[in-house]
């Protein structure tokens, strides 16, 4: 592959075209084209970042096809924790945790660990494994972060991106990076819940109450989820906020929520950072926006 770098100090003639067409922002990207010279991906540095030589020829298919699944979550949290592969290979119930507040995600650990041991449990010979991602050291957890990162910078560059669910998924992954715990429930590697506490715990404190639906309803899956939807049904939905760093290109100034039950949508940008209270609940009595039902509102405001 011939591989060409040039340096040049002085600004080129066509950076004009190379900003709108590519949207060019000073910062590496990676344009590819196939060997007609005919462009097929305007920036693939992302999705390279993500999967390496699994994506050659780093088309956008490319990246659906690895994409599948989450299987780009399990690309990465099986680097971090080798066990995972096992686990989906046995079809396991995983809880896959983490978040700010150690004592927090320790509690998750604690109440797993005792549902396990539960004799409705072992009858129903549910296997139930966890991973805590806060035990990670920082260049694990980093990494593991910035691979998150560029699969949703990636994919937010597609035409179809308001309804790619992948897409929805990283973004409510993203979101929780800074919530004091979180957790995935996944059967093998069929994600089934991305939840929030105080949420999660209570849901697994409250065990008592829904673990004679485990035989009833034939899995320990799908007891969880009922008693889940139905507690999360009269908890509103946290703020959803994050941040992108290092963005190179085609990353568009508004960002949808993920969050379902949403009335708002655009998540408000401020210094880079992107935030969704959903309409119902603001940090600050100063964020209350007048505006009318109904109506999209962009709140944006980049410092240097």
Known sequence: MPWYVLENLFAIKGKKVLEELWHYQAKPIVVVTNPRGQVIHNNAMHMIFVWKIQ????????????SLHWKWFWNQATKVFP?????????????????????????????LDSIKKDPIIKQADAIIEHF?????????????????????????QTKNSKQDTILKDLKTLMSYKNERTWALLSK???VLVIGFDPLVTSVLEDFDEWRVNVPV?????????????????????PCLHFQMSNIRSGVPFTITCPEPSC??????VENASYKCCHGIHYHHASENLNVEIGTTVLKTKWTP
């Open 55 to 66: 994506a050659f020829p780093f088309r956008p298919e490319d990246e659906e096809r690895l």
């Open 83 to 111: 066990d995972i592969e096992k686990w989906i290979q046995n079809d396991t119930h995983i809880f896959i945790y983490g978040g700010t507040d150690v004592a927090g995600t320790q509690r998750i650990g604690t109440l």
């Open 132 to 156: 805590n991602l806060s035990k990670l050291d920082e260049t694990s957890a980093s990494n593991f972060r910035n691979k998150i990162t560029n699969s949703m910078l990636s994919r937010v």
């Open 188 to 190: 093998g590697s069929n």
């Open 217 to 237: 309803l034939q899995g320990f899956d799908t007891a969880f989820m009922k008693y889940y939807s139905e507690k999360k049904a009269s908890v509103p939905p």
């Open 263 to 268: 009335k708002k949508k655009i998540m408000e």
